[in-house]
């Protein structure tokens, strides 16, 4: 059985950082594209990142591009979520996910106050 369990969430004051951290179980990590989304209250879920496999290519919502950054340990099968110069806006539940399978984590809450 597939899971994924993210971490990190939390309140943080705009300015400051978070790291998000998500581990897989039940599936060969290491062949897997591994992305992060996002969803805010009343909205819909909306790409934040993605990296590739082997970690050697990475995307980026343009709202978040340059403040946050993807990256992955495939000896922990985890993903993590580099999170700096939060807003206000970027407060939202966080899924860690593969899409192809359709895999999705139960979300962790990232809350920036202003």
């Known amino acids: 059985q597939v899971q994924l369990v993210e971490s990190g969430g939390g309140l943080v004051q705009a300015g400051g950082s978070l790291r998000l951290s998500c581990v897989a179980s039940g599936l060969t990590f290491s062949t897997y594209s591994m992305s992060w989304f996002r969803q805010a209250p009343g909205k819909e879920r909306e790409f934040v990142a993605r990296i590739s496999w082997n970690g050697a290519s990475t995307y980026y919502a343009d709202s978040v591009k340059g403040r946050f950054t993807i990256s992955r340990d495939n000896t922990k099968k985890s993903v993590y979520l580099q999170m700096n110069t939060l807003k206000p806006e970027d407060t939202a539940v966080y899924y860690c996910?593969?899409?192809?399978?359709?895999?999705w984590g139960q979300g962790t809450q990232v809350t920036v106050s202003s």
């Open positions: 996910a593969i899409v192809g399978p359709d895999y």
